[in-house]
Every structure is written in C-alpha cells, then in structure tokens.
C-alpha cells in the first residue's frame, strides 16, 4: 500500500513538474492591478527585486518591450503564467554613455 502510494506521489510530481517546464514566456499575460484582485491570483515571486544584487546592480534592457520580455521569460521558469505590478522606468544615469536603458520589475504570478 505505502509503494502504490509513493508511486502515485511520484506520478503526481512529475506531471506538475512537466507542467511547469511546457510553459512558454508566450504563455505568460501580462495584467493590470485593474484586472485581477488581490484574492485572484497567487504569488509566485517578486522579479528584479528580491535579490541581494538588487542594491549593487540592476538589469538594465535598450527598451521596455525587451525587459518585458525578459519577465515574462523568468516568470515562464519559474511556473507563473502571469504577471502583474509590471513597470519599466528610463535610466540616461551616469554609466549609460548617453543612451537611455531601462530597467523592469513586476510580481510572477499563477492565475488559476
């Protein structure tokens, strides 16, 4: 009894593991805090900024398009197929040389 058990736990683990590898960063939406609720969703991580990097070094894309796209990338890895809280601000800092980088954070989340 305890093997069938553990096979059927085995079993169950690999389909949510499969799962989450099939997911595409084309699969990933990006919402708007205006469309889901607090409730509706589940947090999966905070991108860009929970990081002990974060206060030395921040990634930094040529445009907003490029950093989204690189969100939805990371949240697809880690299972999300969602995002929201997503924002781009320019940077034309000191280190860019006169051309404006961008740098993009958000909140991976599941939407069921």
Known sequence: MEKRI???????SAAVLAACASLKAEDVKVYTPAQLRQGEYETVKRLWVETWRTPFWVLSYSSPKDGIAAL????????????????????KGFLSFGSQ???CYGKAIKVP
């Open 6 to 12: 553990a096979a059927i736990g085995m079993a169950l």
């Open 72 to 91: 939805q990338d990371k949240a697809a890895a880690l299972g999300a197929n969602g995002l929201i809280n997503v924002d781009c601000y320019g940077d």
């Open 101 to 103: 980088s961008f740098t």
